[in-house]
DNA sequence: AACTTTTTCAACCGCGCAGGA
DNA sequence: ATCCTGCGCGGTTGAAAAAGT
């Protein structure tokens, strides 16, 4: 990373700097926060002690020096299912999310979000050339019994997360995922949620529609609310087992299936899609409806969908 | 081994909000 | 009431690293 052009700073002050840090920045950037507390970030430059804009100390601090950071670990399952159900009800709130997730930032989770969504569209679009828009209703792939989800589809409440939650999963399974401590911890941190895990309070989860949820669309009216019990581990791992599958993991970060899409619930899978990237398949990376986004489904005809909501979140705003 | 593609991550930018003058 | 300044957030960019061919 070759460092990016400054421009001149105003008066006296030395040029901004940009670019990669230092070790010598991050050891005064280090010593203001430990004297000052991490606030004051302007007076760094002007003071002279860097040539930095308060805003690029703050996100220094922010997201590399800030010593409760999980650094260099992968999102675990856990931590993939929190972001992905707090952006389906807060929108890009990624600073909130962020919040209820401990030792991650809000930059950690908005390139989490951003990676998976343009992995998942990639995949798709690998597939989507195979149909044609129009026309073909019902016939993903004559050879596959799948069918086209479509917005009353009560396939559609089995996205994951959302739909296939049951009571019983709760095995203490994943508890072998750290990210259960870590979320149990920061409930206490979370003044506005509940006491069980993340817990926030029982807010109405988009059940339809990935498309729709995909983009914080919490204020468009669910046409079917489900209030889940936001439960640690509702991906229930157990009732996966019993489906078949096209179980979505992401074997990297979590070893077990993260959630279950039955059969007809998602779409022609063919060869195409293995061979467009890993995906669907039981050691396929994490794909779920509700990641993608609207256009994504461009190519289902789902009916229109209203445009993607600021996310005005009852509850939880 | 070399090259290409994809993913990850650090950092910047612009905008909006809040608080103080 | 208005302006200014600092801060925080979300979006975006681009380099480095990793994975794939």
């Known amino acids: 990373m070759k460092p990016r052009g400054g421009r001149g700073g105003g008066g006296e002050q030395p040029a901004v700097r940009k670019g990669p840090w230092t070790a010598e920045e991050d050891e005064v950037l280090l010593r203001h926060v430990r004297e000052h507390g991490p606030r004051e970030w302007s007076s760094i430059r002007s003071k002279g002690l860097l040539p930095r804009t308060g805003k690029s100390c703050r996100l220094r601090w922010v997201n590399k020096l800030r010593p409760d950071l999980k650094t260099g670990c992968k999102f675990s399952a856990e931590e993939e299912r929190v972001v992905i159900d707090l952006q389906a009800q807060l929108g890009n709130k990624w600073a909130r999310i962020a919040t209820y997730l401990p030792g991650r930032t809000d930059n950690d989770v908005k390139n989490f979000w951003s990676t998976r969504q343009k992995r ?52 203490g399974e994943s508890s072998s995922h750290e990210p259960r401590a870590a979320n149990q911890h920061r409930a206490a941190d979370a003044p506005s949620l509940g006491a069980h895990s993340l817990t926030p309070p029982p807010v109405p989860l988009l059940t339809h529609g990935g498309a729709g949820a995909g983009h914080g669309s919490s204020s468009a009216a669910p046409t079917s609310t489900a209030l889940l019990p936001f439960d640690g581990d509702y991906y229930a791992r157990d009732a996966v087992a019993s489906v ?29 899609y293995v061979h467009a990237g890993r995906v669907l398949h ?28 600021s996310p005005t979140v009852g509850s939880l705003s």
């Open 282 to 309: 039981p050691d396929a990376s994490g794909v779920r409806f509700d990641d993608l986004p609207p256009e994504t489904f461009d190519f289902f005809e789902l009916p229109h969908l209203p445009p993607s909501p």
């Open 244 to 272: 078949d599958p096209l179980v979505f993991v992401d074997p990297a970060a979590c070893p077990e299936p993260l959630a279950v899409v039955p059969p007809g619930t998602f779409f022609g899978l063919d060869d195409d």
């Open 120 to 171: 998942l569209a990639r995949l798709l679009r690998a597939a989507v050339p195979r149909r044609r828009p129009g026309k073909q209703s019902g016939s993903v792939s004559s050879s596959h019994a799948y069918e086209l989800p479509t917005q009353k589809d009560p396939c559609l409440d089995m996205i994951p997360f959302q739909g296939t939650t049951t009571p019983a999963h709760h095995t």
